[in-house]
């Protein structure tokens, strides 16, 4: 693909004509478009276990779940995992590692998130990992 193609792939969200259709959007609609469906199979101080099946929104062009959508889930559940210790803001995102390990598949597949681990350093931040 020459460079101007991938240049208009990569900006044709960016058309004026697309700008009050997004900005109209309510407030942290994207955590609700992603997490919409998932399941809490599991909550403990420090521990969630969620399990999803994978709604036609959230594939990708090989008609799988989009490898964004899984980071986007497995930071939206580390964070909430923050709160299961009492914590009241959850901070930022520093790392994420994911191994993906095979593909799923619309209305076929269910996946589960099991995350994380939390440390607390006295008088300090609690990191999660």
């Given at each position: 693909?020459?460079?101007e193609?991938v240049?208009?792939?990569?900006?044709?969200?960016?058309a004026?004509?697309?700008?009050s259709?997004?900005?109209g959007m309510?407030?942290?609609?994207?955590e609700?478009?992603?997490?919409?469906?998932l399941r809490?199979?599991?909550?403990?101080e420090g521990?969630?276990?969620c399990?999803m099946?994978?709604?036609?929104r959230?594939?990708?062009?090989?008609?799988?779940?989009?490898g964004?959508?899984?980071a986007?889930l497995v930071?939206l559940v580390?964070s909430?995992?923050?709160?299961?210790?009492g914590?009241?803001s959850?901070?930022v995102?520093?790392?994420?590692s994911?191994s993906?390990l095979?593909?799923?598949?619309?209305d076929?597949?269910?996946f589960?998130?099991?995350?994380p681990?939390?440390?607390?350093l006295?008088?300090?931040?609690?990191?999660?990992?």
């Amino acid at each position: 693909m020459d460079l101007e193609t991938v240049k208009k792939y990569l900006e044709k969200g960016s058309a004026d004509n697309n700008a009050s259709t997004v900005d109209g959007m309510p407030s942290q609609f994207f955590e609700k478009f992603i997490s919409q469906g998932l399941r809490v199979d599991l909550i403990e101080e420090g521990r969630l276990l969620c399990s999803m099946k994978v709604p036609p929104r959230l594939l990708n062009a090989g008609n799988f779940l989009h490898g964004g959508a899984t980071a986007s889930l497995v930071d939206l559940v580390g964070s909430a995992v923050i709160h299961t210790y009492g914590v009241s803001s959850t901070g930022v995102s520093v790392e994420i590692s994911i191994s993906y390990l095979d593909a799923a598949y619309v209305d076929v597949s269910e996946f589960l998130l099991l995350l994380p681990f939390l440390e607390c350093l006295p008088n300090s931040a609690c990191v999660a990992f």
